[in-house]
């Protein structure tokens, strides 16, 4: 999938200016900050983002691989669904889904790799992947609910520098790591509509 080359240029400096210790967003003099109408739909793709380290660890030494296209398909389809069900343009949903699996499966694959090469940091109990899926569908309906509140933010001009103070915050917030906040930014590839 291209991504435009405003949001690649978003990208780049989300995963920049998320990577800087003590980089903070600034509140407007009402103390509001500029990107709170974005702040959920980034905060929930962050929840999302966080599941990848328990599927991981759920399909860490079987047979499920990371790739799943079946079940990927299935999240897009109800994705999908949910945001005809409510409104909302379901090809833009599989759009802003896509990217939510393809950045948890850039965790996993990191994390398979530093688990082979590092055994000892391997996990030694396994999540049940089906309570783990069960939140990753809570999130996703809630993500979606998100995103179709706030479609007057995402086709705003404004939306990628908002979307930015977003993820820094979230960033922030929940202490990611290097890894996670790649795949965060790549995540959020296509919030902003074009």
Do not use: Y
């Amino acid at each position: 999938m291209r991504i435009s080359t405003p949001h690649r240029t978003v990208l780049t400096a989300a995963a920049v200016l998320l990577a800087v210790p003590g980089t903070a967003a600034a509140a407007s003099a009402d103390g509001r900050h500029p990107a709170d109408g974005l702040l959920p739909v980034a905060a929930l793709a962050a929840d999302r983002l966080a599941t990848a380290d328990l599927v991981a660890a759920a399909k860490w030494g079987t047979d499920s691989p990371i790739d799943d296209p079946a079940r990927e398909q299935q999240v897009l389809d109800t994705v999908a669904a949910q945001a005809q069900q409510i409104g909302a343009d379901p090809d833009e949903m599989r759009r802003v889904f896509r990217d939510q699996i393809e950045a948890n499966k850039l965790v996993q694959r990191a994390l398979f790799a530093e688990w082979t090469a590092h055994p000892d940091r391997a996990p030694t109990t396994k999540p049940d992947l089906s309570v783990v899926r069960a939140t990753i569908n809570r999130i996703n309906t809630d993500l979606v609910r998100s995103l179709a509140d706030t479609t007057p933010e995402r086709v705003s001009p404004s939306c990628g520098p908002e979307l930015l103070v977003a993820a820094v915050e979230v960033h922030h917030e929940k202490h990611q790591d290097l890894l996670h906040t790649t795949a965060l930014a790549r995540s959020l590839a296509h919030i902003c509509r074009d």
